[in-house]
């Protein structure tokens, strides 16, 4: 005999001990993955990294939580914040620029924990070939370095006058030896002559202090190097390229929206949404070091009318036919 309400409460009871025993099994995981980039700008990578993560699936704070780190420019604090994430043992960190890489490769060497570059100026510089990377790494050139001698090009072509360009280098960044030869290969072919201009420097602070000495005296036109440091400072590098009245390129298109005369290269942002599509397949379990290094979906020219005003230059037709942005 069945006493009344004892079968219902019975099939309550069941119910529940079978949902508790599925519950845990069928939680969602929460991935956690860290970021670190060295300086402002590289800051749209991170967004660009976010909002393709979003579209594939992965929601901020329901099976996904980021902890981004940007270093402002300094090398002290790209190590130390390099080292905490590591010691957290995420499930993925991702990166921009080779800078930012560096300390995070040393810090995970040995470890399991996948590490994707956004963007890299210099992927040889971290992994064994763009084929395969031999380690924990994988990710995006930037091809800064490969555009070396692009820039260079724009920058006779934008003014052809131009005979001796001023060579910014800094012996402390990740980059140096790689960039100075590129560079100087690029001016022997382009038969331009380099005035070498070398700024020690561990933050962008230390490159402002150093800024006066790029005058017209050294040369007609300025080649800034794919350095977190010099990147760090592209408004206050653009003023005084401005005041010299010196055409100026950078290593990025961000540093012609911060005043710079032209700009050939990668976006970061989109970069950033290149970079998700490797993220998502690690976290599905393809390793690292079977996913190789890719190249940029697109390139992109920025050319600032303003600035060429500036500077009493009269950018031909043809250039700005062929930007993909003109800032007016």
């Known amino acids: 005999m069945i006493l009344p309400g004892i079968k219902g409460t019975a099939s309550i009871l069941s119910l529940g001990f079978l949902l508790s025993l599925a519950g845990p099994a069928e939680a969602q995981k929460v991935y956690r993955i860290g970021a670190l980039v060295g ?42 914040l390099a080292a905490k994430l590591v010691n957290d043992k995420p499930d993925a960190i991702v990166t921009s620029s080779t800078t930012a890489t560096v300390p995070v490769a040393k810090a995970s060497a040995g470890t399991n ?11 040889l510089r971290l992994v064994k070939s763009y084929s395969s990377s ?20 724009l920058l006779k072509e934008m003014a052809p006058t131009t005979k001796r360009i001023i060579l910014l280098s800094n012996p402390m960044g990740e980059n140096y030896q790689a960039y100075l030869r590129v560079a100087r290969e690029a001016a022997k072919r382009l038969g331009l002559e380099l005035a070498g201009l070398e700024i020690r420097a561990a933050s962008g602070e230390e490159v402002k202090e150093k800024l006066p000495l790029i005058t017209r005296k050294l040369g007609d036109a300025v080649l800034v190097p794919p350095d977190v440091s010099f990147v760090a400072v592209a408004g206050d590098m653009a003023q005084q390229a401005i005041k010299e009245r010196l055409p100026v390129v950078g290593p990025n298109v961000q540093t012609v929206r911060g005043g710079y005369l032209a700009g050939y290269s990668s976006d970061y942002y989109s970069l950033g949404q290149q970079g998700a599509m490797l993220v998502d397949k690690i976290l599905k379990g393809a390793r690292p070091m079977d996913l190789p290094i890719e190249l940029p979906s697109k390139l992109t020219l920025v050319i600032n009318l303003k600035t060429a005003k500036a500077i009493g230059l009269k ?14």
């Open 39 to 80: 300086e402002d700008q590289f800051v749209l990578a991170f967004e660009g990294f976010k909002k393709k993560m979003a579209e594939l699936g992965y929601v901020e704070e329901k099976n996904v939580r980021y902890d981004f780190h940007n270093a402002k420019g300094k090398q002290e604090a790209l190590k130390i």
């Open 113 to 123: 924990i996948p590490v994707v570059f956004l963007s890299a100026g210099n992927p």
């Open 134 to 153: 031999g380690n924990n790494l994988t990710g995006i050139s930037s091809s800064s370095l490969d555009l070396a001698e692009k820039r260079l090009e």
């Open 315 to 328: 950018v031909p037709k043809e250039l700005l036919v062929r930007a993909d942005e003109v800032i007016e």
